[in-house]
Structure formats: C-alpha cells, structure tokens
C-alpha cells in the first residue's frame, strides 16, 4: 500500500485552489513585518536524492528604494547576509509542510532601468551539501569502517553547529558492509580511513558509491543509507486532472548486458573477480535485449579488497546503468509530500508507461501569479 493517497491530498488541500508558499530568514517571516513591507516571488525549490547539493531561489519585491535609488541593503541586512539560515514551507489553504532547510549561500541585487519597480534581491540557498564542498582535507581519520568515517565528518562542530542551530533536525547514517552487524567478525581492523585531498562531500560521496549508498537530505534530514532502501511506493498516480503534464521514455544507450568487477589480491598473488548480469525486461519486444546481451562493462580497482567488495561494487555499477533505461519528468498540482528517494507507481497510463520509477528530483515551483506546481523526476531499471 502506497504511503499517500492522492484523493486525501486532494481534500486535504480543498482541491488545490489555494496555493501558499512561506520562507523564514533567520527564523522569522519577512512578509509579516509591516515596517519591512516586502512580498516574496517567485519560489523555486529543487530537492535530490542523486549525490548532487539541494537549492532553493526566490525573489525578494520593494526591496528597491525608487526615492533614493538604492537597495534597502541596512534594513534588510538581518535577513539577508550569506550564511542566514533558510526554512521554505509550501501547501494550500492552512495546510502547509516543510520543503527545504538550508542557508543563505549567494544574494543577487537585480536591478533594469526599463523595468524600475520590478527591482528584486534573488537569495539562492542551499543545502547541508553546500557547505560540505569548500572545505579540503587530507588526514588520517580516527574511523576503521566507511560508516563511522561517515558519522565521523557529522560530528564535527560544523555540522553540529547547524544541528544546534535548527538547520539540520537529524542525521540517519546506516552501517556500510564492510562494518560486522551484531558484533560479529572478529577483531577491528588496524587500518584507519584517510581523506587524501577532498572534502567532507566528496569523501561521503566516494563512501556512498563504494557500497551502493545514497547520501542526500530532506529538509533538514541528513541520510547516508544503502541505495533505494524504501521500497515502499510512495504513492500511486492514476490519470486525473491532478496531473499538469508527463514525459516518460526509454532509452538503451550505454546499457550493458553485464558487468565485471577486477582487482588483484597482492598478498595470495591471485586475482579477484566477479559479474553480474542484466536480467531486467527492457523493451516490450523481442529486440533490444540481444543488442546488449553481449556487451560487458570491464572496472579495475586497486583500492578493492575482497570479494564482497568486489560484489558490492559491481551491484552498484549495474544498477546505476540499469536505471539509466527509463526516465519520468511529471508535473502535478503542487504536493510538498512528494520526495526524492521514494518510489511511485504509475497506473492505468498503458504499456510502458505505467510503471515504477524511483524519484530521484523533486522541483516544487510558486510562480509570481501564485501558482504552485510540482514536477518529480526520476527512473526505472526495467519496464
């Protein structure tokens, strides 16, 4: 059973006639002070699950003086400096739920002598990620397996810090398989993990694609967790006027009937390998699957070990070609509740289409005229 259902969000919402979007900067709704006189436009909020940072613009209207002929820069300068933390809330009516959590990351003074009164201040926020990218660091971390190393970076004050400071409400991190679970294997390896030359993310991200994990956060829920973990459907959409417009399509380019994974075990002198096959159902006829049967991807990696890495690394190698076969663009009536890193099922829209697909971006838009969409893309391995 799917986790929504959209005939609820349907009268949850009074039929989406009402359409609401809300940002807090530095805790505080601008549009409420009066003495401010600001109206927020224009929302764009873009979530992933993909290992890529979240971002969330809008635009900021009378914050252009016309008598001085200048931005309100000092009576706004609370709200807007680099680094003000970001919460954006959208919905309909009275009900509205929390879509992005982030900080202040660039502020844009846009300004056309043709178009005066149409002055704005464009804040571009991002995600935790963001801040994960400019720092880089080489050094020996206190860690033995990939998930502490993980939860490691986490726990400093940095990101502490934001966790204090209501930026980031939770950090789930699930245990990597070179980790023993129930206290199982042996004696902890005497090999500590290193970050040689590279940030926090793009540590993370290594570790995320080492194990077939993902690493993305959701409002302000961090998660590093095996990929596609929820295997609940998170919704079924059936056509209705609740959908605005739908691009599915399906393509095999670079898809491969299998993949081998090869490394050499230096110390028996022997080598490792392993490959996995593509058993999924890629076309509604009889052709496509012979043109990829016999084309194998071939990876070398040094910095395998073991068999088991050999066979965590070829799944995620597989499946990340796999899911490149199908790809889903489909906007709807604007639904905070719908997620990357969930799976949908579409039903009763034909062969092919109707499908199941795992969200890998959600885009929720509040344009100027107040209108309120969301657009949710993502994939699927086989038809």
């Known amino acids: 059973m799917a986790a929504i259902n959209l005939k609820d969000l349907y009268t949850k919402y009074e039929g989406f006639y009402s359409p609401v979007a809300r940002v807090y900067l530095a805790g505080e709704n601008i549009e409420e002070n009066k003495k401010l006189g600001v109206t927020i436009i224009d929302y764009l909020v873009e979530i992933t699950s993909d290992l890529k940072a979240g971002i969330a613009s809008f635009s900021v209207l009378n914050a252009y003086d016309l008598r001085s002929g200048g931005f309100r820069t000092k009576a706004l300068k609370k709200y807007i400096a680099l680094g003000v933390d970001v919460k954006i809330l959208m919905g309909h009516g009275s009900s509205i739920t929390e879509v992005f959590k982030g900080y202040i990351a660039r502020v844009d003074f846009i300004y056309d002598s043709d178009e005066v009164e149409d002055a704005v201040l464009r804040i571009t926020a991002m995600d935790i990620k963001g801040i994960m990218m400019a720092n880089n660091s080489s050094k020996r971390l206190k860690a033995n397996y990939y998930s502490d190393a993980v939860k490691e970076i986490l726990d400093q004050a940095t990101y502490q810090n934001l966790k204090n400071n209501g930026v980031i409400d939770s950090i789930n991190i699930s245990a990597t398989p070179d980790k023993p679970q129930g206290g199982a294997g042996g004696e902890t390896p005497d090999i500590r993990i290193e970050m040689v030359a590279e940030s926090d993310y793009d540590f993370i991200v290594k570790a995320a694609k080492k194990f077939n994990f993902e690493f993305f956060t959701i409002g302000g829920n961090v998660t590093f967790r095996k990929a596609k973990a929820n295997t609940q459907e998170l919704a079924e959409i059936t056509p209705s006027d609740m ?138 391995s086989t038809l």
């Open 243 to 380: 959908i605005i417009s739908y691009n599915v399509g399906y393509d095999i380019t670079g898809l491969v009937g299998s993949v081998v994974v090869r490394t050499l075990d230096v110390g028996k002198a022997s080598k490792i390998e392993t490959k996995k096959k593509n058993a999924g159902k890629i076309s509604l006829g009889n052709k496509a699957k012979p043109l990829i049967s016999g084309q194998s991807y071939v990876y070398i990696d040094s910095t395998i070990e073991t068999k088991n890495d050999a066979d965590k690394r070829a799944e995620y190698l597989l499946e990340d070609m796999s899911y490149r076969l199908g790809h889903i663009s489909m906007t709807l009536r604007g639904m905070p509740e719908f997620v990357p890193g969930r799976f949908v099922k579409l039903k009763g829209f034909g062969d092919a289409v109707s499908n199941k697909y795992y969200i890998t971006d959600v885009i929720h838009e509040f344009n100027h005229g107040g209108a309120y969409y969301t657009t949710i893309e993502g994939k699927a």
